[in-house]
């Protein structure tokens, strides 16, 4: 049986694509509350006019509202679970910038000018940093990942 394992690579696009799509649906969630509160001009439609096309609409953007909002929840729970996984492999690395760096690009998603500015160096050093970074990650994340298959089977 051929086991395909995740590279390091997708493993942190995948933590960086649910970060943006959280980001997105909260963008989203935002403006379902602004036209469930404006369909009506005060609000809910307080008045009952079960037979209103803005009640019924207002109903549709209240169940669409909670059902993204389940979506973020799940999504945040997916997250979670990816930070978690992460920590652990980067908790395994033995410089401390290494660790600064990559938990604060892969678990925090902050830019790099951002990680170069608060870790007080240049651009360039984060890179060198970086790409030192990255090899020791991912020799851990081979060796790990190796060793759980292993063990699955």
Request: glycine share 8%; aromatic share 8%; net charge negative.
């Amino acid at each position: 049986m051929i086991v395909q394992i995740m590279t390091l690579r997708e493993f942190l696009e995948y933590g960086q694509g649910l970060h943006a799509r959280i980001a997105g649906k909260l963008d989203r969630l935002g403006e379902l509350r602004t036209k469930i509160f404006n369909i009506s001009g005060s609000g809910f439609d307080l008045a009952g006019r079960y037979g209103s096309d803005n009640h019924h609409r207002q109903q549709d953007l209240i169940c669409s509202y909670d059902e993204l909002g389940e979506e973020i929840q799940r999504d945040r729970e997916a997250l979670a679970d990816y930070r978690h996984r992460l920590a652990g492999l980067i908790d395994e690395l033995e410089d401390p910038n290494e660790i600064d760096l990559l938990f604060r690009r892969y678990a925090l998603f902050e830019k790099w000018e951002d990680i170069s500015k608060e870790m007080g160096i240049c651009s360039r050093h984060v890179s060198r940093i970086r790409t030192r970074a990255e090899k020791n990650l991912n020799d851990i994340y081979i060796k790990r990942a190796l060793s759980e298959s292993l063990k699955s089977k």
